[in-house]
DNA sequence: AATTTCATGTAATTCGTTACATGATTCC
DNA sequence: GGAATCATGTAACGAATTACATGAAATT
C-alpha cells in the first residue's frame, strides 16, 4: 500500500526539487539522468507519488487550464494544453525533507542500492557529506576486496577456470570503481583547499522565491 | 508460498550437482563462489530447497552418520548423531532440469540478474551454448551503450557536473564489460578451432558413481 | 483513418530481505 | 562455562515488476 522507498522517493524529490513536473516525464528523467543504475517503471512510480502527496511533500497541481481556451492543433505549437496531466510540485515541508535526506551519512548510504541516487545529487549536497559518502564507500568497497581476495586464497583450487574468471572481472571492476573513488576525493580535496564556499557548485537555494507566484506549469522544457 | 526464483533455485541446483551440501554450507558457497554479485540469506534458501524438494529435484538425506564414531561430546541423550543435518542431493530429474535450465538461451539468459550464475557454470556448459549467451550479452550491453549515448548527446547541457561524472563512469564501466566479452568470445573461437572435444574444459561429469559411496558429510571443507 | 506516443493508473505477483525463534557444537 | 559459529527454520514485510485497463493527442 506504501510504496515508499527509499531510492526512488529520494529521486523523485530530488528531481522534482529542481523542477515541477508530471509523472510521465518524471520517468523518463528517472531513467536517463539517474543512470544505467536502476530503472523504474510507472507500476512504481504513480504509487509512490500518491504516496508522497499525502504525507504532505507533494501537491497535485492538475494542469488544467481554462477550457474556454479550445486550440485543437495547439496554435504556436507550444506546451499549452494537453489531457489533465498532473504536475506534481515540491512542497516547503518536502523541500525540507528532502534536505533531511541530503545531509544523512548513515552506513547505508554508500551501499550499493543508495550511493548512485546520492552521486546523482551531489549537485544539491553539502561538500563535507560528500566527502563522507565517498569515504565511506571507498572504505565499504575496500573491505569487500579483502574479504573476496581471502576467500580466492582459501579456495583458489577448487575452483574451475570459468568461476575464476568471474571472479577475477568481479575484483577488477570493485578495484577500478575505488580508483575512480580516490581521484573524486582528491579532486573534492583540492576544490575546498582553495575557495572557502562559491566557485564549488553551491548547493543550488533560492531558485526563485518560496513558490513561483505565476503558473508553475509550462515548465515541462520539452 | 513457492519461492522458486530463477537465479537462486538454478544456482542451487548448479551447486548440487558437483556434490551434496547442506543448507548452511551451500550458503556459504553461494556468497562465495558465484562471486560479487548475489548475495542471498537463509530467508530465501531453507524455502528455496523445501519447494525443489517438493518438484522432485532434491532429496533431503538426513545426515545419520554412523554413531559408533564417538564424538567427545557425542550421543549422550540425543536421538542419533549430531543434530540433524539436512543434506540434499540433486536427483536424476533434477539433473535432467539442470541440464535444460543450462541449454537454454532465451533472451533473458544475458540479462544483468542471469548472466553471472549463468557464466558461474560455464565450466558445466557447453562450448555452442556459451558463444550465444556471451555474444547476446555483448550486443545487449551494446545497444544499452548506444542509447546512452544518444540520451548524453540530447542532454549534455541540462545536467551537473556529477550527473555527468555518474554516465561517464557508467558508460566506461559498461565499455570495459564490452572489452571483456569479446575478449572471452575469442579465446572461446580459438578454442574451437583446434581441438575437437577435449582441452577445453570438459562438462565435468562423473566425479565419481552416481552418488557418493561413504558418508557425504564431513565434507564441509573447512 | 490508423498508429504511435503521451499519460495515468490498479491488481497480482515476484523475488527477495529482516527479525525472530531455536538449538547443537566447538573453541577458549 | 561462556562465546562464537554452526545449523535450521518461519512470519512479516519491502520494493519493485508485469500485465492489465483506459484514453487523449500527435504523427503519418
Known sequence: MSRRSGVLEFAVLGLLRESPMHGYELRKRLNTSLGVFRAFSYGSLYPCLKALVQRGWLVEEPSAQPEEQLTPRAQAGSLAGRR??????????????????????????????????????????????????????????????????????????????????LQRHGMESVEREVRWLTELIESERKGSERAGDERTRRPARETGSDRPSSGPSDNTDR
Open 84 to 165: 489533465a496531466k498532473i504536475v506534481y510540485r515540491l512542497t516547503a515541508e518536502g523541500k525540507e525533507h528532502f534536505e533531511d535526506l541530503l545531509s544523512q551519512t548513515g552506513p547505508d548510504t554508500w551501499e550499493d542500492e543508495h550511493f548512485g541516487v546520492r552521486f546523482a545529487f551531489f549537485g544539491q549536497t553539502s561538500r563535507d557529506v560528500r566527502m563522507r559518502v565517498l569515504e565511506g564507500r571507498r572504505s565499504r568497497l575496500e573491505e569487500r576486496l579483502a574479504k573476496m581476495r581471502a576467500s580466492l586464497a582459501r579456495t583458489r583450487e577448487r575452483l574451475d577456470d570459468y568461476t575464476l574468471e
